[in-house]
């Protein structure tokens, strides 16, 4: 049996998700919770194969707290989902140490068919974003933005995008907010820009590309 946990803040995901692992056969759901708080509290007391985490789950950003799960538990395996867009956010997830990335828009096969996979140790990514990274070395201007940003520059981006001020990042990300002024012009400079107005049109199209 493939011992499966889920992590997400929305009541009717989590239910849909547990729902179509438990109509399939060879999953046990060990539990599901809305935080990450409840998630590492959970995880001091159960051991799953899978944990399924949501790009945006509350009180720790989502790469933050797969980062955590890396190092205070190894041998769990990371399924990270999301609505977010693929074009910025699997790869994120991957470098991160994310068994594999899948979008709220999947099948129900797919759900399955990525938790199989990513419980006997393999990568899991969609035909579309293999098709979309294997021909990213085209001519379309926010892949080309995006090689250029580190996971933590995309995170620092991700989270100014969606209207957190400094302080908030800071404490999302566990920075000090002198640290996230640094990561801001940076940002500015890779993306080529010279105020947040149009960082943050980046950032859309980065997002909605």
């Not at 051991?47 to 955590?68: C, F, Q, S, Y």
């Not at 399955?112 to 990513?118: F, Y």
């Not at 085209?138 to 940003?149: A, C, D, I, Q, S």
């Not at 995309?154 to 995008?161: F, G």
């Amino acid at each position: 049996m493939i011992k499966v946990l889920i992590a997400d803040n929305h009541p009717i995901i989590r239910m849909g998700v547990r729902q179509v692992l438990e109509s399939a056969n060879g999953f046990e759901m060990v539990e599901d919770v809305s935080t990450t708080d409840e998630l590492f509290k959970k995880l001091e007391s159960v051991t799953p194969d899978v944990v399924m985490l949501e790009m945006d789950i509350p009180e720790i950003n989502g790469i933050a707290a797969l980062r955590k799960i890396k190092k205070e538990y190894p041998d769990v395996k990371v399924l990270m989902y999301s609505g977010q867009s693929e074009d910025v956010y699997a790869l994120s997830a991957i470098r991160a140490g994310a068994f594999g990335y899948l979008s709220k828009s999947s099948s129900t096969d797919y759900i399955i068919a990525a938790v199989k996979k990513v419980s006997e140790g393999s990568m899991f990514i969609t035909n579309e974003l293999a098709q979309r990274l294997a021909f990213d070395e085209g001519t379309k201007k926010p892949r080309r933005f995006f090689r250029k940003l580190s996971t933590r520059e995309v995170e620092v981006l991700k989270l100014l995008a969606s209207g957190k001020r400094n302080k908030e990042v800071a404490q999302g990300l566990n920075l000090n907010e002198k640290t996230v002024s640094t990561y801001k012009a940076r940002l500015m400079k890779k993306l080529n820009v010279d105020n947040m107005v149009d960082l943050l049109q980046q950032a859309k199209a980065l997002e909605l590309y």
